[in-house]
């Protein structure tokens, strides 16, 4: 079967007619940091933006790599007959079949022509590296897995200028009961020799395994699901059932217990029904509650299908005292008590009751989105929640016909995202379309809540007639400014992040923690704890396991080129064992300028 059709037009122009174009603005957006919005794909430009943030490399393609990865999974299995038969499909072409995991590690990789093979070597495109956008960049797999969406990526489109040969086309593949993304079905080949097809057929492959996942998979979920209705249905208390790939929890479960309990309790339930027995455990949880864990295994002829378990707490939690570890009483996914983030929970509260427009503002990674979500899901758990990003928006005439789209069509909240990333032109665009309706929407009775998402303005954005619209404004505030909540925060994303398992923080890396400044907030310290899952899966986070940049205090966002320096210094001080004298002459600095240096970024290494 061929890949490439010329009956079949290209869904973006294409890729290899605009070479030269691409090759242009790649170029262009590494020297000067800026993106032609007519001339790259919007997937691709957002790509380009994150790969900058991660300081992805991208003259080089330097990956870590991991020794024996897992080949003992359901996706591997059910992938197997499925990449045998598409091996045999397109035998005659150059084109390669890999199969990765959640987090972009090789697992297979199938591939007849020895000529793409031999280069697929050179840019470790092979069994046991990495190939996720923080390490490489824009790229079919990494760009797939951060997108959630199948994703091709076209020669000069990849932010490594050594994979500008290639053209990889990337699908997620799903549990098909949670719906998590177990990893990824990539098909790579020249990028001369790439078409429409290649993602499609990515698409299908990808259908194709998930399909075999649902028949391997799909006894022992049901026969799990089973046994956790029926135990939902003879017991009012909490419950809750997991194996390996899911976690099913009733609502007294979410709201009773703290994500900190929830996971002592996921840990202890699984290493209980390890040996396939009825047990019962008592467990001390960190809210200081005691809890009676009844552990029921569920087994099927295939084996071992996970467990139900019943939980009776004998002392109630009461809810998150201040410093303890518990979710928002009244809003659903947030964690969080100190006093100027309940603030914000409650201001935002007091507007959506009132049926008030409002703009969410503060830093980048705050928690803006996740806070209006949370408030609207409180109030209206079925309701349409519908977010439209001015930042990824081609054209400001292509956001404003979105907008006007969802307000002539649509109920429920909408939230207008980087409002302050608008030109001028279309910022008072966009206030015309909203006085507008706001005055027809009160004339007909109709009830629609919108707000807007932007960063602390000084009123040189000319957003003036645009905010009038918005009658309230909520400050978010930085995560430095409510640290203490910190000891809610990691446990609750750690229990988030896939094969986190029942990892926890030792209080000495807690401490690491709340010294660091985080200037991207709660999006850098959400992607730090990514970081460490990628190397410890399980047991206890300790200081030696967090990344470089928690060692430092620099209250401010470095540049690409300063955090990798900062970096350095903070690799040679660790192996010169913080002998800032031996760590000096490592890099071939002076004595004065690593003292400089540490000073500036405001390092700090245990002793």
């Not at 990526?153 to 549990?175: I, K």
């Not at 928006?393 to 409002?419: I, K, M, N, Q, T």
């Not at 899966?537 to 401010?556: F, H, K, M, N, Y």
Request: with cysteine; hydrophobic share 40%; charged share 25%.
């Amino acid at each position: 079967m061929a890949l490439r059709n010329s009956d079949v037009p290209d869904p973006d122009p294409t890729p290899l007619a605009r070479a030269d174009v691409l090759a242009a603005a790649r170029e262009q957006f590494l020297t000067a940091g800026a993106v032609d919005a007519d001339k790259v794909r919007e997937t691709i430009a957002a790509s380009w933006w994150r790969s900058r943030s991660w300081n992805v490399a991208a003259d080089r393609v330097q990956l870590p790599y991991v020794k024996d990865p897992n080949l003992e999974t359901p996706l591997v299995h059910s992938a197997a007959p499925v990449l045998q038969r598409l091996q045999e499909q397109v035998g005659d072409e150059a084109v390669s079949i890999i199969l990765t995991d959640v987090h972009g590690v090789i697992l297979h990789r199938r591939t007849d022509d020895r000529a793409l093979e031999r280069h697929l070597d050179q840019v470790q495109l092979a069994p046991g590296f990495s190939y996720a956008e923080q390490f490489v960049g824009t790229n079919g797999i990494g760009t797939a897995l951060e997108g959630g969406r199948a994703t091709g990526v076209f020669g000069h489109e990849h932010y490594a200028e050594n994979l500008e040969d290639l053209a990889c086309a990337g699908a997620p593949v799903r549990h098909p009961v949670s719906g998590k993304v177990l990893g990824v079905l990539d098909l790579t080949c020249w990028s001369r020799d790439a078409g429409p097809l290649l993602l499609a057929l990515a698409k299908t492959t990808a259908e194709h395994i998930e399909r075999e996942l649902t028949t391997l998979a799909g006894l022992r979920e049901f026969a799990l699901l089973q046994e956790y209705l029926r135990a939902c249905r003879r017991s009012s208390g909490i419950v809750f059932a997991l194996n390996n790939d899911v976690v099913m929890m009733n609502d007294h479960a979410r709201q009773s217990l703290a994500p900190g309990d929830q996971a002592v309790l996921l840990g202890t339930a699984a290493e209980a029904m390890w040996g396939g027995k009825r047990a019962s455990v008592e467990v001390d949880l960190p809210s200081g509650a005691k809890a009676r864990m009844f552990c029921a295994p569920v087994a099927t002829d295939s084996g071992l299908a996970g467990g139900v378990v019943r939980v009776r707490l004998a002392e109630p939690a009461q809810g998150p005292p201040s410093g303890s570890t518990g979710t928002h009483p009244l809003l659903p996914g947030l964690v969080g008590s100190g006093a100027l983030w309940q603030r914000a929970c409650d201001d935002v509260r007091a507007h959506y009751r009132s049926g008030e427009w409002i703009t969410v503002q503060g830093e980048p990674g705050v928690g803006k989105l996740a806070l209006l979500q949370a408030v609207y899901r409180h109030h209206d758990p079925a309701g349409r929640f519908q977010v439209l990003d001015a930042a990824e928006a081609a054209r400001p005439s292509d956001f404003l016909a979105r907008v006007r789209r969802e307000l002539d069509e649509h109920e429920g909240a909408l939230v207008l995202r980087h409002v302050d990333r608008l030109a001028p032109a279309g910022a008072q665009a966009l206030a015309g379309l909203l006085h507008r309706y706001g005055r027809a929407a009160e004339r007909d009775g109709r009830r629609r809540w919108v707000a807007a998402t932007h960063h602390r303005l000084d009123g040189s954005q000319g957003l003036a007639d645009l905010l009038r619209a918005f009658p309230g404004t909520v400050e978010v505030p930085p995560l430095r400014h409510h640290i203490e909540d910190l000891r809610e925060l990691v446990p609750y994303l750690l229990l988030q992040l896939p094969s986190a398992g029942t990892l926890t923080c030792a209080p000495a890396t807690l401490q690491v923690l709340m010294r660091t400044a985080w200037p991207g907030n709660v999006a850098q310290l959400r992607q730090v704890l990514r970081t460490v899952v990628r190397s410890r899966r399980s047991g206890v986070i300790e200081p030696g396991d967090l990344p470089p940049q928690c060692r430092a205090v620099t209250r401010r966002v470095l540049s690409p080129l300063e955090a990798l320096e900062r970096d350095a210094i903070v690799r040679a001080l660790i192996d010169a064992r913080g002998r800032k004298n031996e760590a000096a002459r490592a890099l071939g600095m002076s004595r004065a300028t690593i003292y400089r240096k540490i000073r500036e970024y405001g390092i700090d290494l245990p002793r």
